[in-house]
């Protein structure tokens, strides 16, 4: 974005501002909680400078953001080598090319020598671009390059690259923001394009649809100060905890700003308007959104250099900082260690239910399975297969297990396993007939580019208005089908 392009004049005065600002804030703050959140579950993802911060902290802490990131008009990691000259030049414009085989040596030799975590780390990891093709601030070409530079760490099947739509230089959405292809604060461009929700997919496998409502989950304004004081970092950062999070083992997503997008520059726009809290409110997902100060270079991370030589090491104190906080959310059930159960699949389905079964895991005491992200089972599993009940006819689900240690901890989630339930006689539930707006008011549906979906099945009912008609039969709690009683 233009707020990138570095502009020293006035840095001063800002930073004495920001202080003042910090002052009030730190005492507002309150310090960000343990939530014993899965360490084996944890990602990244960023816009512009935040874009190049998700691929330093993804691979200097590859150990740490196991699940992946997600990178909107960023860079090859070091891809300015120290140089502001190189940060403005090749690594956002390419007027001169981007040396990738020689990052790429850069990255095993650090690897090697401990600055950063093994690169071996990458290859289970998940990654998820995007390019605008109006976007002039970052080029296309950058992104090509990072996606090159990821092939030497990150399996091709393990990749996705949107570069298609016509966005500029902006975290996209499908329903808020500013004209797709404009270049302009607060830099969020409505697209009709789910970009938080593609990432997220991206990262962590199916989702349960998300929740276009009011939000089940609390926002909260954290102390950074305990994590780092001054070096362009905020006093205060915020995080969203949805409901289940605070009973449940969660998921982590880190989500970084850009450059004059912090609190202090567009208010709470890229906290609450990015997508990212209405996925996370139905998945399990805690978000943290730390937050630069204006005191940093035009609000940016520092991805080349600014605050300390050390920036994308894992002792650049920006770095050591996030890492600190995504220890502190993961902190209380400190996970098990356990790896991802093997061999998920599913059998033995009937209209209503489905048998889900894998390979036991050494050490384990018991097992969690998750449909979709929410855990279905009350209590701990003991034997290496469980049945799922309560489900729609001729549905496809997706689920997931998770290992547990003898503290009930759990460790990493395994890869997803689909399967279909059969066809029902159409008995049981409760059926609603009502217009497809109707039902989205009423909360049994929800509306997604001017079509309507069912809660829980996602099933499509057609046009969202008044005008087309559905029946819905709910068969569990938020769960409905299309179909009659």
Same mark, same amino acid.
Request: hydrophobic share 35%.
């Given at each position: 974005m233009?707020?990138?392009?570095l502009n020293?004049k ?19 703050a309150?310090?960000l909680p343990?939530?014993?959140a899965?360490?084996a ?9 935040g874009g ?6 993804h ?6 953001f ?5 990178v909107?008009a ?5 891809c300015?080598e120290?140089?502001v ?7 956002m414009?390419h007027?001169t090319?981007?040396?990738v085989?020689?990052l790429?040596s850069t990255?095993?030799s650090w690897?090697?020598s ?5 690169v ?7 990654v998820?671009l ?13 992104m090509d390059?990072?996606?090159t530079?990821?092939q030497s760490?990150?399996?091709a099947?393990n990749?996705?690259y949107?570069?298609t739509?016509?966005a ?13 292809s404009t270049? @302009? ?9 789910d970009?938080?929700?593609e990432?997220?997919?991206?990262l962590?496998g ?6 276009n409502?009011t939000?089940?989950?609390?926002f ?5 100060s ?5 070096h362009g970092?905020?006093?205060t950062g ?5 409901q289940?999070?605070t009973?449940?083992?969660?998921r982590?997503h880190?989500?970084?700003h850009?450059c004059?997008?912090n609190?202090t ?10 997508g990212?809290n209405?996925?996370a409110?139905?998945n399990n997902?805690?978000?943290i ?5 204006t ?5 940016c991370w520092d ?5 300390n030589a050390?920036y ?6 920006q770095?050591?900082?996030m890492k600190?906080?995504i220890d502190?959310v993961?902190?209380?059930?400190g996970?098990s260690?356990?790896p991802a ?6 059998s033995?389905a ?10 036991g ?5 018991g097992?969690?399975?998750?449909r979709?992200g929410?855990?279905?089972?009350a ?6 297969s469980y ?5 729609a ?8 297990v998770?290992?547990l240690?003898?503290?009930n ?6 890869? @997803? ?5 059969? @066809? ?9 007939? @009502?217009?497809?707006?109707?039902h989205t008011?009423?909360?049994?549906a929800?509306a ?9 099945s ?6 969202w ?14 769960y409905y089908v299309?179909?009659?009683?």
């Amino acid at each position: 974005m233009p707020a990138m392009r570095l502009n020293w004049k006035g840095i001063a005065a800002a930073a004495a501002a920001a202080m003042a600002v910090a002052a009030h804030a730190a005492t507002a703050a309150v310090p960000l909680p343990a939530l014993g959140a899965n360490p084996a579950e944890v990602s990244v993802s960023g816009l512009s400078a935040g874009g190049f911060m998700s691929v330093q902290l993804h691979v200097a802490y590859s150990a740490t953001f196991k699940r992946g990131a997600g990178v909107v008009a960023g860079g090859p990691f070091y891809c300015a080598e120290g140089s502001v000259l190189n940060a403005t030049g090749r690594c956002m414009t390419h007027s001169t090319s981007i040396p990738v085989a020689s990052l790429v040596s850069t990255t095993n030799s650090w690897a090697a020598s401990g600055a950063i975590d093994p690169v071996s780390n990458l290859s289970g990891s998940k990654v998820y671009l995007f390019s605008g093709t109006s976007d002039n601030t970052v080029k296309q070409a950058v992104m090509d390059d990072l996606k090159t530079y990821y092939q030497s760490f990150v399996p091709a099947a393990n990749t996705v690259y949107k570069n298609t739509i016509g966005a500029g230089h902006a975290m996209v959405t499908d329903d808020y923001g500013g004209a797709c292809s404009t270049t @302009a604060a607060p830099y969020i461009n409505n697209c009709g394009f789910d970009l938080a929700g593609e990432i997220l997919t991206q990262l962590y496998g199916p989702l349960n649809p998300r929740n276009n409502g009011t939000l089940g989950g609390t926002f909260t304004e954290f102390n950074q100060s305990e994590f780092i004081s001054g070096h362009g970092m905020a006093a205060t950062g915020w995080i969203y905890v949805p409901q289940a999070c605070t009973t449940t083992s969660c998921r982590v997503h880190l989500v970084l700003h850009g450059c004059k997008q912090n609190y202090t520059d567009v208010s709470d726009q890229y906290v609450r308007k990015t997508g990212y809290n209405r996925w996370a409110d139905t998945n399990n997902i805690v978000l943290i959104y730390p937050q630069t100060s204006t005191a940093a270079t035009n609000s940016c991370w520092d991805w080349w250099g600014y605050d300390n030589a050390n920036y994308s090491k894992k002792s650049g104190p920006q770095m050591a900082a996030m890492k600190a906080m995504i220890d502190r959310v993961t902190g209380s059930a400190g996970g098990s260690g356990l790896p991802a159960p093997t061999g998920v699949g599913t059998s033995g389905a009937t209209a209503s239910s489905m048998v889900i079964g894998w390979a036991g895991v050494s050490g384990a005491s018991g097992y969690n399975v998750y449909r979709g992200g929410s855990k279905v089972n009350a209590s701990p599993v003991a034997a290496t297969s469980y049945t799922d009940t309560g489900l729609a006819a001729s549905t496809t689900y997706s689920w997931t297990v998770a290992a547990l240690n003898a503290s009930n901890v759990e460790g990493a989630m395994s890869g @997803a396993a689909t399967g279909a339930t059969t @066809a029902g006689s159409g008995g049981g539930g409760t059926c609603y007939t @009502a217009s497809n707006y109707t039902h989205t008011m009423a909360g049994r549906a929800y509306a997604l580019y001017g079509l309507t979906y069912a809660y829980g099945s996602g099933q499509s009912m057609g046009l969202w208005n008044i005008y087309v008609t559905t029946t819905l039969k709910q068969t569990g709690p938020n769960y409905y089908v299309i179909g009659s009683c």
